[in-house]
């Protein structure tokens, strides 16, 4: 599964409600950006609330752990909860599922040889879509 179908899954009937793959990847990785430390920063943040497991399952080579949108909320807080829902376009409500069935994938393509990324940058937009084409 690519992650333009995890996209999909995770809009699960949205695509009335305005979300589009580009806009929910798009949100993600502002998301993820917007971490002090990028990726780095977000494993820490999930470490600091007891989920590290989770989030090192994502970055590491094994299968990925899921997260429920409550343990997300937990981690990001509502307010980055409902910034991501404006950006993706997605309802309020909808934000926490639709990202809990994104990140973990979307963490994984971003680390394909089990590592974060040097420094934790993340990469541009056009590159990210050629590492997940």
């Known amino acids: ?20 793959q580009a806009a929910l990847l798009g949100a993600a990785m502002s998301l993820l950006g917007g971490q002090g430390g990028g990726l780095g920063g977000l494993v820490q943040a999930f470490t600091k609330h007891g989920l590290g497991d989770v989030a090192n399952s994502w970055v590491g080579t094994g299968q990925n752990l899921p997260i429920s949108p409550d343990q ?39 680390t394909p040889d ?12 056009d590159a990210l879509l050629k590492l997940l084409s």
Request: proline share 8%; no cysteine.
């Open 114 to 125: 089990g590592q974060l990324p040097a420094g934790g940058q993340l990469p541009a937009m």
């Open 1 to 20: 599964m690519d992650i333009f179908d995890v996209v999909k899954a995770g809009m699960g009937g949205l695509s009335g409600a305005g979300g589009s």
């Open 72 to 110: 997300l909320s937990k981690v990001l807080g509502p307010q980055q909860l409902s910034q991501f829902a404006q950006a993706a376009g997605v309802p309020p409500d909808a934000a926490g599922s639709t990202l809990a069935s994104l990140l973990p994938t979307l963490v994984d393509k971003l």
